[in-house]
Structure formats: C-alpha cells, structure tokens
C-alpha cells in the first residue's frame, strides 16, 4: 500500500496525487461528506470549494500531504467505505506497476523550460524566453494581465500551449478555471458582443441582452457591465485567454471588449483573474501596472539553431557544427522561403526522436 508520508505527494503533478483526487472526487462529495472528510485531516473546510468535491481534493490532497495528515484523511474515508479502501489499493498498485519501468523520450523537471509539450511531448516550443517569464510572473501573482504581440503567424498562440502545458502539469497554485476564446476557427467579422457572448457561455455566466438597435460599443458596456455583476467570488482562480485579436475581420469593438476587460482586471473588479490577450496592437495601448507586454519573435534559423544547441545535453547528445547544419536543413528546407511554423514544429519533433532519441517508438 502507499506511504501517505512521503513528501512527493504534495505535489499535485505526482500521478498518486492525481489518482487519490480522482477517487476522493468520485466517492467523497456534497459539503457534509466534504467537511466531515477534511476535519479528520486536521482541514479547515473554510478555505474549500465545498460544493465543488473536485476543486477541494485537487488542493486538499497536497494540503494534507504538506501537513503530514493524508493518512488520516485517506483512512477516515476508508472506516466508513471499505470498498473504497480496497479499490484505492488495487489502483495504486496497478499504477506503480505501470510506472516502475517507465520513461518517456523527454522530460524537463521546469515546466516553464520545457521544449516539448502535450501528448507524448509531441509539440514542439522553440525559443519563447520572455513569453515564459511572463507566464510565470503571472502565476505567481506578479501581474495579472498578459498582452502578447508579433507579427502574423509568428506563434503567438503559443501562449495557449503553454498555459495548457502548466495546467496539466500542476504548476498552478490553488483552484485554477480556464476560459478560452480564440478567432482562429471564427470566419466572416468578429464583434465585441461575439467575443463577449462566447466568453460568458465558456464561463457558465448567463449574461443575456435583449436584442436592440445600440451601438457595439454600447451593448459591449451594458454586457461588461452586466458580465461584472454576475462575476464569481469564490476562491477560484480565473484565466482568460483571447486570442486572435489581430485576425481578419475582428472589429474595433472586439478590440475594445478586451481593453475594457484589462481595465476591469487592473482595477480589481474581476478578481482573481488572470487576463492573456494575443494580437492586441499595443500602439497607444494604456498599459498599467498590473499588465505585462510581451513580443514573440519569428522563429528563424538563428533561434532553432540555439533551441537545438540547448537541447542536445539535455539528452545527452554532443552535436557538431557540420551535424547541427545538417538538422537545420532538414528542419528549415534547402530554400530561402520561410516554411510554416507548424511545419518547423513538426520537424524539429521528427528529426530529435528519429536521430536523437535512442531506443524509443515512435508511435
């Protein structure tokens, strides 16, 4: 059986971690078995979700980890479900058994330095140095507003895979909700009333307008307005994330939607959130204490070169200046014309794992 002491459970990227949630969440739920539950660990069910069983475990657990009280949690549960105790085990078993031998073709203990993201690390990220300082910066508080800006098709959606990286890898802190509303699969024009009906479905906020012959910039305040009001005060932290802003046919007023929402986020009116905006042109942008402005950069020949430079060590590889050529090559083609960065991405993924990554499969 597992040994509750251990510190590594209180860290909620552990697999054990995620596993103990699971269960707890599926078998210990409604604010009476919740409350009852984290007493015995020595909790104060105050400062939980209640009402939410995932939300509180996924926090609790490496509470209780941190407290020395996860034993006790996990026992409690167990004194009144025996079921529970034993498919707890079973479970844990199964997962150390499938992890004892297993070691995935990368791994970076930094997820805010990581190269490669996603489903079998199959994504990958070149350069983004300042884009993850900013990140990080705003995880921890530090700002609560992220502008991104670069010229078209230079990544700076790169943004969302990232966030989505550090949630799933657990680097945030505390109850953590994500909403976002990106123009890249929107055709035809995108207003400010589209972003923002979108924005308060994706949030579960039932912002309703009657139909009316007002201008955008008006119906987009009435919704702010309304949006504000209706804002959840609940402990959870929110990241918002529009994307595309500089796509064609987004409208001034889908622009002024977001500019209203820094203003707001700035001003503590939205509270506990985390606010990123990519392709907001920040000419004449206001730009306050609270925000953070970051240019991503077009991926070329030099910063892949550097990218692969760096990651050769990490694995253990020693590169040459004729073998590093060769890579850039095949990464970048023979021509002059600049490829797609998708594209980049996608061979700089093919190339590590065919020629760096020994013994591994490549499914």
Known sequence: MLAFDDPALSDPRDERVQLIVDMLTRNVYGEAQVTAALLTAGLIPGNYPLSTAQLTWTTAVPDAARC??????????????????????????????????????????????????????????????ELRKGLRDLAKGEYRILVVHGTPRSGKSHT???????????????????????????????????????????????????????????RVRKFLDRFTGLYPHDGVTRW??????????????????????????EDGELQQTRL???????????????????????????LVSSFLRDLAPHLGRTVTDAELDECLCEVLGPGPEQRDLGEVERAVVRLVRTRWVQGEAHG
């Open 68 to 129: 020395g009280t996860l034993g006790a949690l996990v026992q409690g549960v167990i004194a009144s479900n025996r079921a529970f105790g034993k498919d707890l085990e079973r479970r844990i078993d199964q997962l150390l058994r499938s992890t004892s031998g297993r070691q995935g073709w990368y791994h970076n203990d930094d997820p805010y330095s990581c190269a490669f993201v996603g489903l079998r690390s199959a994504r990958a990220v070149i350069d983004r140095v």
């Open 160 to 218: 969302w895979v990232l966030v989505d990286h550090l949630r799933n890898a657990g680097e945030l802190v505390g109850s953590n909700r994500f909403a976002r509303v990106t123009t890249h699969a929107w055709s035809g024009q995108v207003t400010g009333e589209d972003l923002a009906r979108s924005l308060a479905a994706k949030l579960g906020l039932s912002v309703d307008l009657a139909p009316s012959a007002e201008l955008e910039d008006t």
């Open 240 to 265: 918002i994330i529009l994307d595309g802003l500089d796509r064609p046919g987004v409208q001034d007023s889908a622009r002024d939607l977001a500019k209203n929402l820094m203003r707001l986020v």
């Open 276 to 302: 990123i905006v990519t392709g907001l042109d920040p000419l004449g942008l206001q730009i306050g204490y609270a925000a953070r402005e970051e240019k991503i950069p077009v991926i070329n020949r030099a």
